[in-house]
């Protein structure tokens, strides 16, 4: 949207069905929508973790940005704050908070590749990979089925390699191009290795 308020008055439209939990300004202002408790529309049709229906057990925080800018940096510390309390309110891990891109790639491409997701690892508000953590995932003898295998261990869904190396690049290399690399296989192996679905799965 063009702007915070055309996507607030959308969001509140019964008819475009459409919701969330969170709407954040760029300007920092948080606009709480929609009860924790309860169910938003802000997701569609995905899966996480081998799991759909990602409206029902998740809460959404949209962003004021339209998709090709950097998110402003008072928008990036209310997100902080926000993401704070959902995973201390909810007892969940940083590996819990995900994209839209991730939960169905091929279909929706937000937060986009401006979005500074190893800030918020860094803060331990969610994860990042790290190659010097990978080990053998660097030997060369990696396939593309290994990669896949990964990134649905670590939670993506069950798509082919041609859908998913987008949807992680735009989230963890989002300016890389050209085929899948040993690169792609061994940042996906350490996030399989560390952050596997079954150590915290629900999503924020």
Same mark, same amino acid.
């Given at each position: 949207?063009?702007?915070?308020?055309?996507?607030?008055?959308?969001?509140?439209?019964?008819?475009?069905?459409?919701?969330?939990?969170?709407?954040?300004?760029?300007?920092?202002?948080?606009?709480?929508?929609?009860?924790?408790?309860?169910?938003?529309?802000?997701?569609?049709?995905?899966?996480? /973790?081998?799991? %759909? !229906?990602?409206?029902? @057990?998740?809460?959404?925080?949209? &962003? #004021?940005?339209? =998709?090709?800018?950097?998110?402003?940096?008072?928008?990036?510390?209310?997100?902080?704050?926000?993401?704070?309390?959902?995973?201390?309110?909810?007892?969940?891990?940083?590996?819990?908070?995900?994209?839209?891109?991730?939960?169905?790639? /091929?279909?929706? %491409? !937000?937060?986009?590749? @401006?979005?500074?997701?190893?800030? &918020? #690892?860094?803060? =331990?508000?969610?994860?990042?990979?790290?190659?010097?953590?990978?080990?053998?995932?660097?030997?060369?003898?990696?396939?593309?089925?290994?990669?896949?295998?990964?990134?649905?261990?670590?939670?993506?869904?069950?798509?082919?390699?041609?859908?998913?190396?987008?949807?992680?690049?735009? @989230?963890?290399?989002?300016?890389?191009?050209?085929?899948?690399?040993?690169?792609?296989?061994?940042?996906?192996?350490?996030?399989?290795?560390?952050?596997?679905?079954?150590?915290?799965?629900?999503?924020?």
């Amino acid at each position: 949207m063009a702007s915070c308020a055309e996507a607030l008055e959308r969001l509140c439209d019964p008819l475009a069905e459409v919701s969330a939990h969170y709407l954040i300004d760029s300007d920092g202002t948080v606009l709480s929508l929609v009860a924790e408790q309860d169910r938003a529309w802000h997701a569609g049709a995905g899966e996480w /973790g081998g799991r %759909g !229906d990602v409206n029902s @057990r998740s809460i959404g925080v949209e &962003l #004021a940005n339209r =998709g090709d800018a950097p998110f402003a940096a008072p928008q990036m510390a209310a997100l902080e704050q926000v993401l704070q309390g959902v995973l201390e309110r909810w007892s969940l891990p940083p590996q819990a908070v995900i994209g839209h891109s991730d939960m169905a790639p /091929g279909r929706k %491409g !937000d937060p986009g590749p @401006r979005f500074d997701w190893r800030r &918020l #690892a860094l803060g =331990g508000l969610s994860v990042w990979p790290d190659l010097a953590q990978s080990g053998d995932a660097q030997n060369g003898d990696a396939q593309p089925g290994d990669f896949r295998a990964d990134l649905m261990a670590f939670g993506y869904p069950d798509l082919p390699v041609e859908v998913l190396l987008p949807a992680f690049r735009l @989230r963890f290399r989002p300016w890389a191009i050209g085929p899948l690399d040993e690169t792609d296989r061994a940042l996906a192996a350490d996030l399989a290795r560390r952050f596997p679905i079954d150590a915290g799965g629900a999503q924020a």
